[in-house]
């Protein structure tokens, strides 16, 4: 299925520079959301790392099968070991970094991946940057944080609400290239042809509610646009992090009001 996808990045209104990266393909229906963190601006060259990682484990694979990081789960398709793989092996890279690197000591990164093959969805993430389904007027995370109060709320000994408000909620139990080990959550689902995706860091979902970001995505035909209106919003609530979002509308192809948009944003370099 076609794909029409946006992507935006912002430092937010708090943060000294801006630690999250991202990266989306729609040719190859791949998109990735990583949100570092470490001092000394490790953060950013974590989450870098662990984009540029995964970028290039599936440019590889037009020239040969790439290698199997990890086991295999026999109850996945290929894409989603594909997606476990590429995360597994920027776990491993940006540990060892961090242990060669006195600079770069306890940096790590979430990631929240996806791949679209066909009408499937592949999801690969660990840590709080998340994944979205939007569908027929309703919003549905798909991924579960890797945090401490997501866990409390999970065991239903918090609301959500309570949660978002905790001193704790930016402490995460799992993230990349914290250990040399990463245990990293997939998941897949079957797509229709008016699905829309979502992936960010937490300083999307942080300042802007569930209903709100897919309100936002509804009422936009052109997910660049979207984009730029979400990260408005999160900087109107007060920007308190990094931003980083991704819109991909599957079945989509480009419109009038696309076109006149790209043609616009050409002119005005």
Not at 7 to 29: F, K, P, Q, W
Not at 52 to 81: L, V
Not at 91 to 102: G, M, V, W
Request: charged content about 25%.
């Amino acid at each position: 299925m076609k794909i029409l996808a946006a992507a935006r990045t912002d430092i937010g209104l708090v943060r000294s520079n801006n630690e999250d990266n991202y990266y989306m393909d729609e040719a190859t229906g791949l998109f990735v959301v990583a949100d570092g963190m470490g001092g000394h601006a490790s953060g950013e060259v974590a989450s870098k790392m662990a984009v540029d990682i995964i970028r290039d484990y599936f440019k590889g694979m037009s020239n040969k099968s790439p290698a199997q990081i990890g086991a295999y789960r026999k109850d996945c398709s290929d894409m989603t070991n594909h997606l476990g793989s590429a995360i597994r092996l920027a776990n491993l890279a940006i540990y060892e970094a961090s242990q060669n690197n006195p600079q770069w000591q306890g940096m790590g990164t979430t990631v929240a991946a996806a791949g679209v093959d066909g009408n499937r969805l592949s999801i690969a993430h660990m840590g709080d940057s998340r994944v979205y389904l939007i569908r027929a007027g309703n919003i549905e995370q798909l991924t579960d944080d890797h945090s401490i109060v997501y866990e409390q709320v999970k065991r239903e000994l918090i609301t959500k609400e309570e949660a978002a408000k905790s001193e704790m909620r930016n402490i995460l139990t799992r993230a990349v290239g914290i250990s040399a080990e990463a245990e990293v959550d997939l998941d897949e689902l079957t797509l229709g042809p008016n699905d829309i995706l979502l992936l960010c860091s937490d300083g999307l979902n942080g300042m802007v509610d569930d209903d709100t970001m897919r309100s936002v995505v509804e009422a936009n035909d052109d997910p660049a646009a979207a984009c730029e209106q979400l990260v408005s919003l999160a900087n109107a609530n007060g920007g308190k992090d990094n931003i980083t979002v991704v819109v991909a509308c599957i079945g989509k192809k480009k419109g009038l009001f696309s076109f006149i948009s790209n043609i616009f944003k050409w002119f005005g370099r």
